[in-house]
């Protein structure tokens, strides 16, 4: 007769129900963190990526410091203005760049966490005092970024009236009003196999995320090589039903601009390209995506240093 191996056989507490165990453990998010382990920099090659890319990073940071900031913000508003309209165009997003200019015109509202924004139209949103990341973050340098309620509401304007805001109440499951997380699993077309946490898993895997933020945002990494890493990072989560890929440049930006860099978009990058560099990312190869942020960054910045020096408000 067949006897049972004992390291097989499970006792079950008959004081535990098992439902509640299983929804604690979905909900702690550790399932799919520990599996995939996303914070993990040398798993997912960001170490070995800063090595290769080590003597731009120098160039970077050498003509970041030959430059002052100048007191006139007007170049970096520029700046701002076109990284957000290029930003969403990625996604195909209606948004104008008269729209974008408004929207950056009002860094200090408290006004996101003071409306409902999910009753609220497009069109009064970019009239509202809605504060601009960058703004912000210029005047928060060295901070660790934007917390979890702001990119929730950041999410709840990049999807508002246009074709993802349905996204959010079709489909079966639960309806999710703009600016909330997912409640049903996900997939998206352009990787069918990739794997994304359970939804009971997001709220914690959220926490974490910016948790591991706040904590790594003086870690080995250059900065610029870790917002590359947050921005994969992110995205793997997929925490809204839609616009991840634009929140998460969002946070990019705000990243970048809080460690004293300039937003910036990548140039010739179009939308089914930026998604197959931040799959390679997730699959460990980091390299084409960093390669991109930092060529448009060594970019940006001589654009900055050749506008500041015809104004006559920058010293090179």
């Not at 509640?20 to 702690?28: D, M, N, W």
């Not at 009239?127 to 999410?155: F, H, R, W, Y």
């Amino acid at each position: 007769m067949h006897r049972p191996r004992q390291d097989l056989v499970i006792t079950v507490d008959k004081h535990k129900v098992p439902g509640v165990e299983f929804e604690k453990l979905a909900a702690s998010g550790k399932v799919w963190e520990d599996f995939f382990q996303p914070r993990d920099g040398e798993r997912y090659r960001y170490g070995s990526t800063q090595k290769t890319f080590a003597p731009i990073l120098k160039k970077i940071d050498d003509l970041k410091h030959s430059m002052r900031l100048p007191e006139r913000r007007s170049i970096l508003d520029s700046l701002v203005a076109e990284y957000a309209h290029k930003s969403v165009k990625i996604e195909n997003n209606t948004l104008h760049l008269s729209d974008s200019i408004i929207i950056n015109k009002h860094p200090d509202s408290n006004f996101m966490k003071q409306r409902d924004i999910s009753s609220m139209s497009a069109h009064d949103l970019t009239k509202a005092d809605l504060p601009n990341v960058a703004k912000k973050a210029m005047q928060s340098l060295n901070t660790p970024g934007i917390d979890e309620s702001e990119v929730k509401s950041i999410s709840a304007l990049i999807v508002k009236d246009t074709d993802s805001e349905a996204i959010c109440s079709a489909g079966w499951g639960k309806r999710v009003k703009p600016g909330d997380y997912r409640q049903t699993p996900i997939s998206v077309k352009s990787n069918p196999l990739r794997i994304f946490p359970y939804h009971d898993e997001v709220p914690a895997l959220m926490n974490r995320f910016f948790a591991w933020r706040n904590i790594n945002k003086d870690g080995l990494l250059h900065p610029l090589i870790l917002a590359c890493q947050a921005t994969a990072y992110f995205v793997y989560i997929h925490s809204f039903p839609d616009g991840n890929g634009r929140v998460s440049r969002l946070v990019f930006q705000d990243a970048l601009v809080r460690r004293e860099y300039l937003p910036v978009a990548l140039p010739g990058v179009g939308r089914d390209d930026y998604v197959r560099m931040i799959s390679l990312a997730q699959d460990a190869d980091p390299s084409e995506f960093v390669a991109k942020v930092l060529s448009a960054q060594l970019g940006a910045l001589h654009t900055f240093r050749s506008r500041g020096s015809g104004e006559g408000g920058m010293e090179a």
